[in-house]
């Protein structure tokens, strides 16, 4: 097995979805899933504590982009206008493996109770990373907390329709991510 290839990572995420797409979550083990990537069970334990945390592999790295998009925001940018700099930032980094992903494991976690209240927990820890970046550049706590929901919130509508789109491949998300947002801020407007 060729522990010493580039994309360890990566082929360990393909290779766990994949099979819990075909043998479900539970039936699945380490062993396999460091068997169908091309590792050792010792190189799938360098990258992840255990297989659930496979799903959330790039929660680290999602959370740094959105808090340095809204940090590097305008000093003088509204709450939303930083969450929309974070938005930008996140989203920008996203490419066709992220895009042909999305609906993969989105049925996946569909499919296991863990896994929902995993990827509960993930939105939760953006919220919590976004809303302090935003009490970090000053804006009042409760302020910070609704713009931080509502850019987790428009992120995951922007990424789940940009994933469904067919045959736009080149298709950026940032648009997607941007205008879920502006419809957010809208209906935020009309709750009076």
Do not use: C
């Not at 039936?27 to 496979?54: C, M, N, Y």
Request: no cysteine; hydrophobic share 45%; glycine share 8%.
């Amino acid at each position: 097995m060729a522990r010493w290839e580039p994309g360890a990572r990566e082929r360990l995420v393909l290779a766990a979805v994949d099979l819990f797409a075909e043998h479900g979550y539970d039936a699945t083990t380490v062993t396999q899933i460091a068997e169908r990537a091309g590792v050792t069970k010792s190189t799938f334990f360098r990258h992840f504590p255990d297989k659930r945390e496979l799903l959330v592999a790039g929660q680290e790295a999602l959370s740094r982009l959105l808090t340095d998009g809204i940090a590097e925001a305008p000093a003088g940018a509204t709450p939303l206008e930083a969450v929309a700099s974070g938005l930008e930032r996140a989203s920008g980094a996203m490419g066709p493996v992220n895009r042909e992903l999305g609906p993969r494991l989105k049925a996946v976690v569909a499919t296991s109770t863990e896994l929902q209240d995993r990827d509960a927990l993930k939105s939760v820890g953006l919220a919590a990373a976004m809303t302090a970046a935003l009490v970090a550049r000053g804006v009042p706590d409760p302020t910070a907390h609704l713009a931080a929901e509502l850019g987790v919130l428009a992120f995951k509508r922007g990424f789940a329709e940009w994933s469904e789109v067919e045959g736009g491949t080149e298709d950026p998300l940032t648009p997607y991510a941007l205008a879920a947002l502006d419809e957010l801020r809208a209906a935020s407007a009309s709750l009076g």
